[in-house]
C-alpha cells in the first residue's frame, strides 16, 4: 500500500534548466494537488486536479504546468527553472474521510536552483 | 483576503503536560477545519477534522475545538510525550472560490522528556 510516491527525491537545476515532478497515487482519489513548502510560509498551493481530465490553478501557478495523464499520475513540470523556485515539493491526493476530503501526502520532491 | 495564523514560535513543553497550539484565520467562514502533523523531512499526515457545527472533536489524547465566532480552533494534546514533538498544521476549508485546502504556517511542538 504506496499510497503517493513522487520522484525524484531530490533534485539540483542549474537556472533555466527543466525537469518534471512525478507523482503516482494507488488509492483511486479523484483529485490531485501541488503544493509547494518554504519557510515560515505554509505549504501553497500550484495547481490541482479535480479530477481526469481536468487541472486549476492555485496560489501560486506561475513558472508551472501540469499534467493530469491520468486517474493515477499527475505530473509538474518547471519549463525554466529560477532559484526563486527552489523549494520542498509535496504531491497530495483526496480521500473521503469523516465526510470530508482529507489529504494523502507524498514525502516530497526537495529541489534546488542555483 | 483571506488568512490563516498558526504561532511561529515554536513551543516547548515537559513531557506529562497538555500542549494547547492555536489557529486563527480570517476574513472567511470555513465548512470544516483539518490539522495535521509534519514531522522532519516527510508530508504532513492527516489527524483530525471538525466541522463548523462542532464544538469540540476528541481522539485518545488530542482535542480540537473550533469557535466560528472568534474564527480560531484549538488543538490539544494532553500527556505530551517526546514523541508527539512535531509541527502541527491547520488547514480550514475555503468557503468560495477553489476547493482546495490552505494551510496555516504551522507550529513546532517540542516536548522535553
Known amino acids: 500500500n504506496a499510497g503517493v510516491t513522487q520522484t525524484p527525491k531530490f533534485q539540483v537545476l542549474k537556472t533555466g534548466q527543466s525537469m518534471t515532478l512525478q507523482c503516482a497515487q494507488d488509492m483511486n482519489h479523484n483529485s490531485m494537488y501541488w503544493y509547494r513548502q518554504d519557510p515560515g510560509m505554509g505549504l501553497r498551493l500550484i495547481y490541482y486536479?479535480?479530477?481526469?481530465?481536468?487541472?486549476d490553478k492555485g496560489e501560486v501557478p506561475n513558472g508551472y504546468n501540469v499534467s493530469r495523464l491520468n486517474k493515477r499520475e499527475f505530473s509538474l513540470r518547471l519549463e525554466s527553472a529560477a532559484p526563486s523556485q527552489t523549494s520542498v515539493y509535496f504531491c497530495a491526493s483526496t480521500g473521503f474521510s469523516s465526510g470530508a476530503n482529507v489529504l494523502t501526502f507524498g514525502a516530497g520532491s526537495r529541489l534546488t536552483v542555483l | 483576503s483571506q488568512k490563516i495564523e498558526q504561532n511561529s514560535e515554536a513551543l516547548n513543553i515537559q513531557e506529562g503536560k497538555t500542549a494547547t497550539l492555536t489557529c486563527n484565520y480570517t476574513?472567511?467562514?470555513?465548512?470544516?477545519l483539518q490539522w495535521y502533523r509534519q514531522d522532519p523531512g516527510r508530508g504532513p499526515v492527516f489527524l483530525l477534522l471538525?466541522?463548523?457545527?462542532?464544538k469540540e472533536k476528541r481522539k485518545e489524547r488530542l482535542k480540537v475545538t473550533f469557535d466560528t465566532t472568534l474564527k480560531q480552533s484549538l488543538f490539544h494534546i494532553t500527556a505530551s510525550q517526546p514523541a508527539d514533538s512535531a509541527t502541527y498544521l491547520c488547514a480550514p476549508l475555503p468557503d468560495t472560490g477553489r476547493r482546495a485546502l490552505t494551510f496555516g504556517s504551522g507550529t513546532r511542538l517540542q516536548v522535553q522528556p
Open positions: 471538525i466541522r463548523e457545527n462542532e
Open positions: 476574513n472567511y467562514s470555513p465548512a470544516y
Open positions: 486536479s479535480a479530477s481526469e481530465g481536468t487541472t
